[in-house]
């Protein structure tokens, strides 16, 4: 059973990286009909993989003790869903963000994506 959660959270994952990343290119460009579907599915995913994290980790609590790839990666996570919510926060408030931070989130959140989904397929440490 936990090899389906396993998979389900990296389908869910890397979900969320798409729509968030195309939610930061709608801010970036100002397409404010996509910005209202990528925000949703960007919330949408990230909940998911949050509610599947956390039963993963329920499932095998031994994990969260001894791993330190573990806390890594719930730390790129962490940082992910804050950028999400503020994210979500300045479209709801229908706030500007400048186009050179958007592309500086845009490039962070892609790197963070391929370095929390490596360290939980690799476990390195």
């Known amino acids: 059973m936990y090899l389906w959660y396993f998979n389900l959270h990296l389908i869910a994952a890397i979900s969320w990286m798409v729509f968030l990343l195309q939610f ?3 801010f970036q460009y100002d397409k404010k009909a996509d910005k209202v579907i990528f925000n949703f599915l960007s919330l949408f995913f990230m ?53 050179l931070f958007l592309e500086i989130l845009y490039w962070l959140s892609y790197i963070l994506f ?7 397929l690799f476990k390195p440490f």
């Open 114 to 120: 391929i370095l929390s989904i490596s360290l939980s």
């Open 47 to 99: 909940l998911i993989v949050l509610f599947l994290g956390i039963k993963m980790i329920l499932m095998n609590p031994a994990v969260a003790k001894k791993s330190g790839w573990l806390h890594t990666k719930l730390s790129f996570v962490i940082i992910l869903m804050l950028e999400n919510i503020y994210l979500s926060l300045k479209f709801f408030k229908k706030k500007k963000i400048t186009r």
């Open 24 to 26: 930061i290119k709608t």
